[in-house]
């Protein structure tokens, strides 16, 4: 098993995580059963379970009912993958905007290493 951990951020709260609790108990199943995908799988997971986004972002996808969910995350020079961000993609492409919060939690993770 490939472990993983939430991005925690200052405050002590994991976005993924309050995003999937923001789910109902089939949806928030369907995604947590990609990230078991990522922990079996680890950085050969295949497409369509993972692709690769930007940089050192890559995306887990998970599809319930007509729901795309997407969870942005990246794997440390430590060997885990941090999951970073997640959200309900209603656009072919993932928003700019999303990214961008990927990018800022991983410079935060990174930060928050690099003083530990």
Known sequence: MWPYEFYRNAQGEEPVRIFLNSLDSKARAKV???VTILAEFGPLVPFPY???VQG???ELRAHYGKTLYRVLYFHD???LFILLHAFAKNTAKIPMREIQIA???IH???S???GD
């Open 112 to 114: 928050q290493k690099k």
């Open 50 to 52: 993972s692709s690769h």
């Open 77 to 79: 020079h430590q060997g």
């Open 32 to 34: 947590l059963q990609t």
């Open 108 to 110: 935060d993770y990174l």
């Open 103 to 105: 990018h800022a939690r």
């Open 56 to 58: 050192k972002i890559r």
